[in-house]
Structures are given as C-alpha cells and as structure tokens.
C-alpha cells in the first residue's frame, strides 16, 4: 500500500497545504482593513435611501428594495426548506 | 398530562396578543426596526403555543389544518413574485417600487429627515413586507405542525380519564371527580 516515494504520503501532504495556504494568503498582506474610500455604498444608502425608496428603516429599504432579488431568492429557499419537511415527515403525517 | 390546566389557560389568554404583536411588527417594517422575516416569526411562536394550549387531533379538526398553512406560505411567495412581475409591467424593471411617490396605495410623499413617519409610503415595500410576513408564518408553523405529528400525545378523553382515576385514589373522601 504505502510505497516510498508515493505522493500520497502524509508528509508531503502537510507541506503541501502550508505551501498552498502561504500561496492564498500573499496577497492579504498588502490590504488595508477600513479603509472608507473601498466601502462607499454605506454612506449612499443612508443618504439616499429615504428620497429614493422613501421608507424610514434603511435595512428595510436595503432588503426589500436595493437587495429585492436576494430576498426573492431567500423566501424561495425557505419555501424548499418547507417541502424538505413536509416530504420527510410525510408518513407520520395521518 | 404534560401540561396543566393553568398553563393551557395562560397560554390560551396570550395568543391573542402575541398574534397583534407580530402583526404590527410586519406591518410597521418599513418604519421601525422588524419585517417579514421577525413578524411571521412572532406570529409562528404564536401558532406554536396554541399547539402547546392545545390538544393535537383538537388543533387538527377544529381550526389549524396543516393544508391551510401551506396554503398561507404558497400565496405570501406568489404575492411576492406578482407584486415584483407587476413592476416589470407598469414601470422599468422586475422589483421596480413603482408603487412610490405615485400617490395612490402606499404613494404618500416622502418627508425627508428626521420625522415619526407614515405608514402609507415607501411603495412596495410594505406589500413586499406582509408577502413574506405571511410566508414566513406559513413555513414556520407548517413545520411546527409536520413535526408535532410524530409526537404521541394522549387525547383529552385519556387525559380526564386519567386524572380522575388520580382523584379517586388520592381523595379518600371519594365524591369529587
């Protein structure tokens, strides 16, 4: 089973991964954390959202009007979620 | 008996609010913290202490049938999905708020600032708001209902049997049932 010189060894394995998460991780170095200039949607959606969509609560606004399609999609995924146990509990179900 | 007669009848007292509350929270989502999503949550909570008030077969013939719940969630979602495809019809895009500042339903003009609000603004959005308020409700308690029925819970005529044969045995007087 274990040859020597396999790749599947478990050394090689360990060093592989280092080497792969170094890889993934170089770029993080050079990245500022809170710099304002990269979020500068925050501050639209509170400017904006009460003479655009003209509700009060801006997560309101930002859920229901700028993010519709997600909401969509989340209302879809609880109706499947539903189905999911509607067909698991079937049987005992009468 | 899992659970008494007073814990029935509290229980029985709170729905009633418990049920208003969550309303005014999907009703009022546009205009302070809450929504769809945390009002038919509330309202679930609800359903699921009249599952508790209550016993299972009386929730079942009497008022709740699960039929009606999945009823409830399928017409949120399509409520949700037409409120959106009307967008595409009357306006620019699907989920346009064509419904704002129109002056119709929920078209009052916007004051701009700091101010108590109304509820008739912000367009579709309260529309959008109760689809899935409503839908939310219905998945929850749908759920609740289809796991509650692999439960074995005795029916009430076993519960009065039960608790009266209790009474004889413990009542040395007899008489009281």
């Known amino acids: 089973m274990k040859e020597a010189g396999s790749v599947f060894q478990p050394r090689f ?15 993080a170095v ?14 639209y959606y509170i400017d904006h959202s009460q003479t655009e969509t003209g509700a009060n609560n801006v997560v309101a606004a930002i859920v229901f009007d700028y993010r519709g399609f997600d909401t969509l999609g989340e209302a879809t995924v609880l ?16 | 008996m899992t659970i008494g007669l007073i814990g029935r009848s509290a229980g029985r007292l709170l729905v009633p609010f418990i049920f208003i509350f969550g309303f005014y929270i999907v009703v009022h989502g546009h205009l ?8 038919g949550a509330v309202i679930a909570t609800g359903v699921a202490l009249i599952l508790v008030c209550y016993y299972y077969r009386e929730c079942m013939e009497r008022f709740i049938p699960v039929k009606s719940f999945k009823l409830v969630e399928s017409a949120g979602l399509m409520l949700f999905i037409c409120t ?3 967008g595409l019809v009357a306006a620019s ?3 346009f708020n064509w419904l704002n500042a129109s002056g119709g339903l929920f078209g009052h003009a916007v004051a701009y600032g700091i101010n108590p609000g109304d509820l008739y603004t912000a367009g579709i959005i309260p529309v959008l708001n109760f689809a899935i308020g409503i839908e939310v409700f219905g998945a929850l308690s749908a759920v609740l209902m289809f796991m509650f029925a692999g439960l074995k819970e005795p029916t009430q005529e076993e519960d009065d049997a039960e608790s009266s044969v209790r009474n004889i045995d413990t009542d040395k007087k007899g008489g009281r049932k």
């Open chain 2, 32 to 39: 302070t913290p809450g929504g769809g999503f945390q009002g």
């Open chain 1, 79 to 94: 109706f499947i979620a539903v189905l999911g146990v509607a067909m698991v509990f079937r049987r005992l179900h009468k």
């Open chain 1, 13 to 27: 394995v360990i060093v592989l991964i280092v080497l792969v998460t170094l890889i993934l991780l170089l770029p």
């Open chain 2, 84 to 86: 959106a495809l009307a």
């Open chain 1, 30 to 43: 050079g990245l500022t954390f809170g710099d304002p200039s990269i979020s500068s949607t925050d501050q």
């Open chain 2, 93 to 95: 895009g699907f989920l």
